[in-house]
């Protein structure tokens, strides 16, 4: 899959899994998650401050900013509804 923040300047290929290995080579896509498009709510991992921090400026998301993912099955925008930061 690929996703794109255009807010914040984010386009990415991701990688299935979340361990340490997959996180090297961009963000990660949670196995026992749907992927983006299918019913349920799919999670992808990465980090903010390494291995390449895809998403290091996540914190300007604001709600109604949009996440495109695009996958073998089609394209998929998201709008975010809400923010909520929690303690690392």
Known sequence: ARIEIPKINADYTVVEGTDRESLKNGPGHYPETPLPGETGNAAIAGHRTTYGAPFYRLDELQP?????????????????TEKTIVNP
Do not use: V
């Open 64 to 80: 109604g900013d949009e996440i495109k993912t695009q996958t073998l099955k089609g394209s998929f925008t998201y709008i975010l």
